[in-house]
């Protein structure tokens, strides 16, 4: 079974308004991170939180990291249709191992 | 232009065929990584690299093989015994842990 788990699978909003997206995850992490991927492409990296950080800004988004309750939220403020696109979060859950992908939240951002 | 390149980008295989998938990076990266991502799924690991003649087996490694003899490379061999090899397969680099994953545009692989 996957270590993160994205919630919803689906989100779809109107241009201007927030998407928040979740993610949780079962055993205890390094860092998680949040890649973005546009339909047939490959992903991009937004922004990586460690697990001793609570909260981290980069430009529209935010994100949060709760290690007591072992989840996480992705924060994209007044959405673009150009941020229409799948979200993934990643767990990394020891010095050298690689990322643990969820099966992703994707969002469609209406004009 | 600094980056990981996949190709090809589109490839069909025959029953019974190996194909190879190419990943090269000029980014200097230690470590290198394939993923397969079936449609509207997320992402498995099949095999990772992290320095040059090294390499291990992830969560979906049969039917597959890999070589890393040189840094900038990191094939990936879909073998014949991989029954069902229908999928969108992702390279990735990484400078060092816990830095953030670099990914080439994938390769739709898919059988005729």
């Known amino acids: 079974s996957q270590q993160g788990e994205e919630d919803p699978q689906a989100l779809s909003i109107q241009e201007g308004e927030n998407a928040t997206m979740n993610c949780s995850y079962k055993t205890s992490i390094n860092n998680l991170q949040w890649y973005r991927q546009n339909s047939g492409r490959g992903l991009v990296h937004l922004i990586l939180?460690?697990?001793?950080?609570r909260e981290k800004h980069s430009g529209r988004l935010r994100v949060t990291l709760d290690t007591s309750k072992k989840s996480s939220s992705l924060l994209i403020t007044a959405s673009r249709a150009a941020d229409t696109a799948s979200y993934f979060c990643?767990?990394?859950?020891?010095?050298?191992?690689?990322?643990?992908f969820g099966g992703g939240t994707r969002l469609m951002v209406k004009p | 232009d600094g980056g990981i390149t996949q190709s090809p980008k589109y490839l069909f295989r025959k029953e019974g065929q190996n194909v190879t998938l190419s990943c090269e990076q000029n980014?200097?990266?230690?470590?290198m990584y394939w993923y397969r991502q079936d449609p509207g799924q997320g992402l498995r690991l099949i095999y990772y690299s992290q320095i040059v003649n090294d390499f291990q087996k992830g969560d979906i490694a049969e039917g597959y093989s890999v070589s890393r003899e040189k840094k900038e490379s990191f094939p990936l061999t879909v073998t014949s015994a991989q029954k069902n090899p229908t999928a969108f397969y992702l390279c990735a680099t990484e400078p060092r842990w816990g830095y953030g994953y670099t990914f080439g545009s994938g390769t739709r692989l898919t059988v005729v």
């Open positions: 990643a767990t990394d859950v020891a010095a050298g191992n690689m990322l643990t």
């Open positions: 939180i460690r697990s001793n950080e």
């Open positions: 980014l200097n990266h230690d470590a």
